[in-house]
């Protein structure tokens, strides 16, 4: 069972940086990490992908945070972050870390329990 850790939230004011992290753990000898993701809810939202990269470190992005974003992770520490710059008040909600892992055509989906962010105005 994957444990995903994130950390990073908190409250900033429009035009402000934030870097969330994710750590996971729990692996194991036998699956791989595959693709990691950021997703995030508003409030009365649905979950939305906010960017993804994966193991070879192409990335995609959605429209609303390309250019403002980016995805990075560190494969040896088997953590991803997100650098989140140009912060605005839409941009807040709940972030959720999202991992897919692998062993040979095993796939398996874990999600973080989610950490707040707050822009305001």
């Known amino acids: 069972q994957v444990q995903l850790v994130e950390s990073g939230g908190g409250l900033v004011q429009a035009g402000g940086s934030l870097r969330l992290s994710c750590a996971a753990s729990g692996l194991g000898s036998t699956f791989s990490i595959n693709t990691m993701g950021w997703y995030r809810q508003a409030p009365g939202k649905e979950r939305e992908l906010v960017a993804t990269?994966?193991?070879?470190?192409?990335?995609n992005y959605a429209d609303s945070v390309k250019g403002r974003f980016t995805i990075s992770r560190d494969n040896a520490k088997n953590t991803m972050y997100v650098q989140m710059n140009s912060l605005k008040p839409e941009d807040t909600a709940v972030y959720y870390c999202y991992v897919r892992t692998q062993f040979r055509s095993l796939y398996r989906e874990s999600w973080g329990q989610g950490t707040q962010v707050t822009v305001s105005s």
């Open positions: 990269i994966n193991s070879g470190g192409s990335t």
